[in-house]
């Protein structure tokens, strides 16, 4: 009875994580955004973040701000994943939710990290949301409409399986390319210093509007009910590569500005 009971809690554990790890880019995909920031970050701040992560890499704790919405402790931060955004609207003139959001979460982890009085315990939570709010940033569907949901709403097939736009872009199109995060992360596209510099550049919000540029055009080239399959994953998975590299990328910039 008891070796039953431990194995219907794992399943219900396994199946709930599951449920919430595909509300954005996925754990392979933050996973990526983290690897890649690492390549990135100085010595410097590579050994300030291993001492305040307790040597837990970048890659590991990328999904833990995904992991703790089974916790109703942390509801609060349910909409600081996303960004509501009219299509043809920059984030200036839209409308901010009250509750916060993409723009305001990141501000408020990097006031904590920075706050010489809070606790390294706290520094390191709202630096394990930093990590993975970055790579929400970069996910096109995180940035998106009101109206269906940020493509949940949005219903289609992918591979002739009912899903959504927003699953195909979190999850389904990164997981049927078939390669792990390391893998990913050290076959990211070779960049130069300039072409560093230049993804490095602006602020926060400019990279949010940068991101709505690619909704719009991801809105344009699907109608609801759609098939989804090879011709997509080929027109859009290195596009999906490329957000990510950038999330990565941009990632390491803010890390090596706080450390």
């Known amino acids: 009875m008891q070796k039953s009971l431990s194995i219907l809690l794992t399943f219900l554990f396994m199946h709930s ?10 754990a392979t995909g933050h996973r990526t955004v983290g690897e890649i920031a690492s390549h990135y970050l ?10 305040l992560l307790n040597k837990q890499s970048l890659g590991l704790v990328s999904t833990h701000a995904d992991e703790i919405k ?20 920059d984030y200036d003139v839209s409308k901010q939710h ?19 009085n809070a606790s390294d315990d706290d520094k390191a939570f709202y630096l394990k949301l930093l990590i993975h709010f970055i790579g929400d940033l970069h996910q096109p569907l995180h940035v998106a409409l009101e109206e269906d949901r940020g493509g949940n ?13 927003h699953s195909v872009w979190d999850s389904k199109m990164i997981d049927d ?6 893998e990913l ?4 596209d070779y960049l130069t210093k300039d072409d560093i510099q230049e993804l490095q550049k602006g602020t926060v919000i400019d990279w949010v509007n940068d991101t709505h540029k690619l909704t719009r055009d991801v809105y344009a080239n699907v109608k609801p009910g759609d098939n989804l399959r090879y011709e997509y994953s080929y027109k859009y998975m290195n596009v999906a590569r490329k957000q990510i590299q950038i999330a990565g990328v941009r990632l390491a910039k803010i890390l090596n500005e706080l450390f």
């Open 98 to 116: 009250p509750e916060g959001d993409l723009v305001s979460a990141i501000a408020f982890c990097k006031s904590v990290i920075l706050d010489k």
């Open 17 to 26: 994580f599951q449920l919430h790890a595909e509300d954005d880019w996925g």
């Open 70 to 89: 089974s916790d109703k402790r942390y509801d609060k931060f349910s909409t600081w994943h996303y960004i509501n955004m009219p299509m043809e609207a």
């Open 153 to 165: 709403d949005f219903k289609l097939q992918w591979f002739y399986n009912d899903t959504n736009l």
């Open 185 to 188: 992360a050290n076959n990211e």
């Open 177 to 182: 390319y078939g390669m792990g995060y390391l």
């Open 42 to 51: 100085t010595s410097k701040t590579k050994r300030k973040i291993r001492k």
